[in-house]
């Protein structure tokens, strides 16, 4: 679905770029953010189809923040695809019951983090609405 709209939330700036470059490289429109409260200012002007969510974040962590836009009906429909270095055992199930629509672990898989992408947007009725 080129020209849809990620925002990518992530403390490490090495993250930010690889997932940058990837989904960029596909067509997708990428904003990149350190923070959940960066995050909370570039999504109302941004307008994102979906998010690829860091759980581990300074401050307020990427659950809560899901959290947070799933209450918010201006916000519910944005799929959010959790993403974490720490799998732990009730990761994934932790992030589905925080609202997340999907899970990706890291390291992230170069090969396949777009097709993933893209699986999601289908099914999201932003994307049905924008199309």
């Known amino acids: 679905m080129p020209g849809e709209r990620i925002l990518v939330v992530d403390d490490n700036p090495i993250n930010l770029k690889l997932v940058r470059i990837l ?3 596909e067509g997708f429109d990428v904003r990149a953010v350190l923070d959940a409260e960066e995050a909370l200012t570039a999504i109302p002007e ?3 189809s979906l998010i690829l969510m860091d759980i581990q ?3 307020m962590d990427g ?3 899901t959290r947070r836009l799933k209450a918010d009906p201006s916000t519910r429909d944005i799929v959010i695809l959790a ?3 720490y ?3 009730g990761d994934r199930d932790r992030a589905l ?3 997340c629509d999907g899970y990706v672990s890291k390291p992230i898989e170069t090969e396949t983090l777009p097709g993933i ?3 999601h947007l289908s099914h999201s009725p932003r994307g049905e609405a924008r199309a």
């Open 83 to 85: 993403v974490t270095s």
């Open 23 to 25: 989904l960029v490289s």
């Open 46 to 48: 941004f307008d994102p």
């Open 117 to 119: 992408v893209s699986l």
């Open 87 to 89: 799998a732990m055992k």
């Open 97 to 99: 019951a925080a609202g």
């Open 57 to 59: 974040l300074p401050g």
């Open 63 to 65: 659950l809560e923040l």
